[in-house]
T-cell receptor, first 114, second 113 residues
């Protein structure tokens, strides 16, 4: 069982509000990821990090930003939420051992922007 | 970059029968192929994975086969049970470079009692 947590689990918010989705893991993993998952099921990588002070944009363009100040924490921020940001956001982490490693996912945050 | 295609998008089988989900990938340098199961309201969970130095791997009722020459891999679930109903994702990654997982589109598996 992976120890990776996301809060809030559900969020309903109005257009223009700033929001931060929290993700934390207690496994000491160096790598962390954010995915966006639409109702059509497909998972799209929007941000990733290889360690503290490392952040990269993923394959799907996103207006969100991320930070990695501590190993265990990888928050995602939307400065001004819009209805097009409505989606499920999944956080994941993995070890960095020089080869492709298993990614462990959190339970997700389901965001609805009105 | 890598592209992973997954079929079918939906699959319905009778309880006790077998289910097979297939994926193809494009990057011949990919060498890590995990399968994830996502239940309603939860994040994806790893159920089995295979690396390119192995052709087949089995864990109880679940098995994965890999054909590197043809660049495809498959998930086999035998003696299906109602709790196998979920969305399944395949993925591919290479050991070098960014080591990002590229996911297939997902298969919604329904087990009919």
């Amino acid at each position: 069982e992976a120890d990776i947590y996301q809060t809030p689990r559900y969020l309903v918010i109005g257009t223009g509000k700033k929001i931060t989705l929290e993700c934390s893991q207690t496994m000491g993993h160096d790598k962390m990821y954010w995915y966006q998952q639409d109702p059509g099921m497909e998972l799209h990588l929007i941000h990733y990090s290889y360690g503290v002070n490392s952040t990269e944009k993923g394959d799907l363009s996103s207006e969100s930003t991320v930070s990695r100040i501590r190993t265990e924490h990888f928050p995602l921020t939307l400065e001004s939420a819009r209805p097009s940001h409505t989606s499920q956001y999944l956080c994941a982490s993995s070890e960095h051992r020089g080869r492709a490693e298993t990614q462990y996912f959190g339970p997700g945050t389901r965001l609805l922007v009105l | 970059g890598e592209n992973v295609e997954q079929h079918p998008s939906t699959l319905s089988v009778q309880e006790g029968d077998s289910a097979v989900i297939k994926c193809t990938y494009s990057d011949s340098a990919s060498n890590y192929f995990p399968w994830y199961k996502q239940e309603l309201g939860k994040g994806p969970q790893l159920i089995i994975d295979i690396r390119s130095n192995v052709g087949e791997k089995k864990d109880q009722r679940i098995a994965v086969t890999l054909n590197k020459t043809a660049k495809h891999f498959s998930l086999h679930i035998t003696e299906t049970q109602p709790e196998d109903s979920a969305v399944y994702f395949c993925a591919a990654s290479r050991a070098q470079g960014a080591q990002k997982l590229v996911f297939g589109q997902g298969t919604r598996l329904t087990i009919n009692p």
